[in-house]
């Protein structure tokens, strides 16, 4: 009995390595970008090894030209930034909306079609992301399929500008993040117990209040799990928004991507994605937070 506890010690150090590879992989380059943050932008990108916090500065605000004494918010920034909010806030709720009745719907069928119907919500994970964009980009453009069909329809005398449109990127995005609010929300629903379901409307409940009493309360893990894996992806997105924003409607990723690239102001552009780091952990805490808020009231 007593070289059990020495055999289960033995054992974290099968983990070493994975733990070498995450601390190495992520936090070595996290760190990076924390410390150039803090740094001065070279001439022609890099950076120079000497601290100060302008970057942080310039993220909130600028400088005039002509006065540098004259100080003002940076409306470019915050603008971008509550629009990446705004969006990702919107794509995780469209997302629930209609992975909701998805899951159910899978979870509901007969177990020997349900490998099917999980197949076929995993196959756009088989394509590239850019090219799933470039799909949606055809069915929303002047002369893409929607605008066709109104057209031959008489619906419409010209075609609706869809494109380079935050309409456009939610729609991409909402089409992208799906599946990941549809798996984790599956996985809630196959392990509920429909006697309870039987119950509620055995007690006369309608449908509205088994959903809302019964249902939802069982499943809220999933919907916590799929917001998580929804939002905090979107919140960062890069590929849908260039194409399908084209570069008028830019989000948090864009602006960071710039100021690495064409900016080549690299402290400014990680300090733009320590802010993002920031605002994502706090949503998250404060999500969590409330979820178990939720759950503790109701037990």
Known sequence: MAEAPERHGWKWLLCAPALVVLVTAASGPLLIVVAYSFLTPGNMGGVVWEFTLEAWFRVFFRRDIFDPESITFNQAHLTVYWRSVWLSLQTTFICAVLGFPTAWFIATRPPSSRTLWLFLITIPFWTNLLIRTFAIQEVIRNNGTINTVLLQMGVINQPIQMMYTDFAILLGMAYVFMPLMVLP??????????????????????????????????????????????????IGAYVTPRVLGGGRTMMLGNLIALQFGQGRNWPLGAALAMLMLIIVVGALVFYLRWANREEARNV
């Open 185 to 234: 929300l599956y996985a809630a629903m196959d392990k509920l117990d429909f006697r309870l379901v039987e119950a509620g409307y055995d007690l006369y409940a309608s449908r509205v209040q088994v959903l809302w009493h019964v249902i939802l309360p069982l499943v809220k893990p999933g919907f916590i799990a799929g917001s998580i894996l929804v939002f905090i992806p979107a």
